[in-house]
T-cell receptor, first 115, second 117 residues
Framework: EAQVTQNPRYLITVTGKKLTVTCSQNMNHEYMSWYRQDPGLGLRQIYY???????DKGDVPEGYKVSRKEKRNFPLILESPSPNQTSLYFC??????????????FGEGSRLTVL | AQKITQTQPGMFVQEKEAVTLDCTYDTSDQSYGLFWYKQPSSGEMIFLIY??????QNATEGRYSLNFQKARKSANLVISASQLGDSAMYFC??????????????FGQGTELSVKP
């Protein structure tokens, strides 16, 4: 089954405690990205990757890091989480080809709370 | 400036009736794509429908149709014969340009639809 898998789905942590949210896709997609969803703001892109070892900032990159060492994986790292990073996070993958150019395939979301 | 605007934070519709969710967009690109996604209370994002800027016909997918008015820069989602399972948050999103650069879509704020029995 084609899917994007994120873990953990739910996490409560404290300010300053480093955490990593993993993301893996099995569709051989070139592009992967991270979004955060906040009420009234919709989804905003944090970081994206167009291929292995190629990453770039999205619209809200502050406080986050990413890496893409393998095509299928794109972890999101919060080195020193702060309460304003409490949010719902989505990993998404996509391909430059396909019937709906730009269609994102989303993971199930990771709800993060930083105390 | 907001590139995607959804002006209805919340809406109610009676079961079996049709409902229109509004979306306006702003871009200077000639080539772009418009998407609607559904987010039920369980949280996942479900792709519903796509309209390309050069598509002459309005997109349709089952009970979903997209009322695309290019000159007005609007891409409203029409859900016919609403069902209780349609209760969810709905997001309008846009891809700017010909290609999907790194997987970026610009999202609106969302509209929460509640279907009443």
């Amino acid at each position: 089954e084609a899917q994007v898998t994120q873990n953990p789905r739910y996490l409560i942590t404290v300010t300053g405690k480093k955490l990593t949210v993993t993301c893996s896709q099995n569709m051989n997609h070139e592009y992967m990205s991270w979004y955060r969803q906040d009420p009234g703001l919709g989804l905003r892109q944090i970081y994206y990757s167009m291929n292995v070892e190629v990453t770039d900032k999205g619209d809200v990159p502050e406080g986050y890091k990413v890496s893409r060492k393998e095509k299928r994986n794109f972890p999101l790292i919060l080195e020193s989480p702060s309460p304003n990073q409490t949010s719902l996070y989505f990993c998404a993958s996509s391909s430059p080809t396909g019937p709906w150019p730009g269609e994102l395939f989303f993971g199930e979301g990771s709800r993060l709370t930083v105390l | 400036a907001q590139k995607i605007t959804q002006t209805q934070p919340g809406m109610f519709v009676q079961e079996k009736e049709a409902v229109t969710l509004d979306c306006t967009y702003d871009t200077s690109d000639q080539s772009y794509g418009l998407f609607w996604y559904k987010q039920p209370s369980s949280g996942e994002m479900i792709f519903l429908i796509y309209q390309g800027s050069y598509d002459e016909q309005n997109a349709t997918e089952g009970r979903y149709s997209l009322n695309f008015q290019k000159a007005r820069k609007s891409a409203n989602l029409v859900i016919s014969a609403s069902q209780l399972g349609d209760s969810a948050m709905y997001f309008c999103a846009m891809r700017e340009g010909l290609e999907n650069q790194g997987g970026k879509l610009i999202f609106g704020q969302g509209t929460e639809l509640s279907v009443k029995p």
